[in-house]
């Protein structure tokens, strides 16, 4: 089976990105491996500091293990923003494919220190190191009113040089969560360009590229939920990035949370006196592993890859 560093260049060379997708348990794991299955395409399996706490590390690792056997497709368990050299080491340790450290909230020398130390670890291991530079914006930003946020291309190449990490996520305008655009979704292609040119050699990563579908929203209002004005990043956007660039690996989370909450509320309304649990957790597998296949082919060009 091809390892990750085989995509990294694969996909660049071949125009298609790597979904990587985040899961907290069984459920939210099948249903990613289902719809990976179904379009045979390799993915990375997300864990966020979050969920390694909620799941803890031995039982994400061999849930992720047994999925590995199952489903017979490339997969790869990845570290989520791990905040501190301690958590990027315990999932090194746990024999992850891949860590991000995200020191990108620290100021760029500080950033600079923690990533090197990451990757000097990781690398003695054989583990691939994801850092940040930028920052995305959160719920309250104007994307347009401070271009700081966005990665600048010259502490980029100064960034990687000095660090050694293996791929870069960038902050084009994207952010976390169900509302990331207050107006116009709008991706800074010319900053994502002149990244490129900075650091050719150095794969690209997304975050925050969940595209809020509008149906799983009206079910979860209409079910009683409250998320009004959600909005999530255009897929011809993330299309055009994933065919285009030098995007390797875009992250999904928003989009699974919806699936999965959308299905259950809606089955819970409608099914009253229904308290078997995996009634509805059927449901969400299937609303999942659907999202998923359709990401995989429609949005990140990843097909038959696996
Ligand atoms: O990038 C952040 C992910 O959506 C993880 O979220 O920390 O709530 O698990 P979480
Ligand atoms: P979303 O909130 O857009 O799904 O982003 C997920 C992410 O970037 C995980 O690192
Ligand atoms: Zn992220």
Do not use: W
């Amino acid at each position: 089976m091809k390892n990750l560093e085989f995509y990294l260049k694969d996909c660049n060379k071949k125009g298609y990105a790597i979904g990587a997708y985040n899961f907290v348990n069984f459920e939210t794991l099948k249903g990613i491996c289902e719809g990976c299955k179904r379009t045979k395409s390799p993915a990375l399996l997300s864990v966020s500091e979050g969920a390694l706490e909620y799941m803890g590390g031995t039982f994400a690792r061999a849930l992720f293990d047994t999925a590995k056997k199952e489903y017979k497709i490339p997969l790869f368990l990845h570290l989520d923003h791990g905040k501190s050299f301690e958590t990027c080491k315990k999932a090194i340790d746990l024999g992850f494919d891949s860590v991000m450290i995200d020191a990108s909230s620290l100021p760029f020398k500080e950033n600079i220190k923690l990533t090197k130390k990451v990757v000097s670890y990781a690398h003695k291991k054989g583990v691939l190191v994801e850092a940040e530079l930028g920052v995305l914006a959160g719920i309250e930003d104007t994307v347009s009113a401070d271009k700081n946020i966005y990665t600048n291309p010259e502490q980029a190449a100064e960034f990687v040089a000095a660090t050694g990490c293996d791929t870069l996520a960038v902050a084009i305008g994207t952010s976390h969560g169900a509302y990331k655009f207050k107006g116009k979704a709008k991706l800074e292609i010319k900053v994502l360009k002149a990244i490129e040119e900075a650091i050719p050699n150095t794969p690209l990563v997304l975050h925050g590229a969940s595209s809020v579908p509008q149906s799983h929203v009206k079910t979860i209002n209409k079910f009683g939920g409250s998320l009004e004005n959600a909005k999530g990043t255009p897929a011809k956007a993330l299309h055009e990035v994933a065919t285009q660039h030098n995007i390797y690996k875009i992250n999904t989370d928003t989009d699974i949370r919806l699936a999965y909450i959308a299905t259950s509320r809606k089955h819970l309304a409608e099914n009253t006196k229904n308290i078997d649990l995996r009634k509805f957790n059927t449901l969400a597998i299937e609303e999942i592993a659907k999202l998923v296949a359709d990401k995989n082919i429609n949005v990140f060009n990843n097909q038959n890859k696996g």
